[in-house]
């Protein structure tokens, strides 16, 4: 599969997810969910950690295992940036547009806790859209899950990805140059 990922929108969220595939976190990783709506990976298979484990920062923050933390990172058409540490809701924006929708199949969107928005280390999903369960604008994760990136090429693969299947390799084949690393 080919995909996007959208660093001007979603800058954190995209560029943590870049420098995990160059870490090579996600070479050989478990689908750990395949349920008909997400696919979804990126938890460590070993010890208590449910994310990456590497070093806070300044701008990242550490779970009760180690895990390296983000922030929930939501872009809304019409502002100058992407608001964090919140959801559309809980700004009293609901209903308002993202910049990034969950609107066709093979949206990227960050995994996290439902209830702690800043919750995000590693878990990503792919959605394998139904304009009934997510229409656009309508749908129970715009505002309230980063969206940062689609899947351009071999999307149609994801319908027959089943849990417990391998990532066998990723890697970035373009833009790595414009990954900014956390200070």
Known sequence: MVMVIDGYTSPVTGGNFVDLVQ??????????RSDGFVVQSGEPSE???IGYVGKPSKSVGAG??????????????????PIYETTIEDEGRGGEATVLPFSSYGAMGWARDEYEVNSGSSQFFWLLF?????????NVLDGRYPCFGYVV??????SDVKEGDIIKSAKVTKGLELLQQPK
């Open 23 to 32: 870490k090579g976190f996600y070479t050989n990783m478990k689908i750990s």
């Open 47 to 49: 010890g208590p950690a």
């Open 153 to 158: 090429e071999g999307a149609d693969f994801l």
């Open 64 to 81: 009760k295992n180690g895990e390296r933390l983000i922030p929930c990172e939501i872009a809304i058409r019409g502002d100058k940036g």
């Open 130 to 138: 139904d304009s009934d369960l997510t229409p656009a604008g309508k």
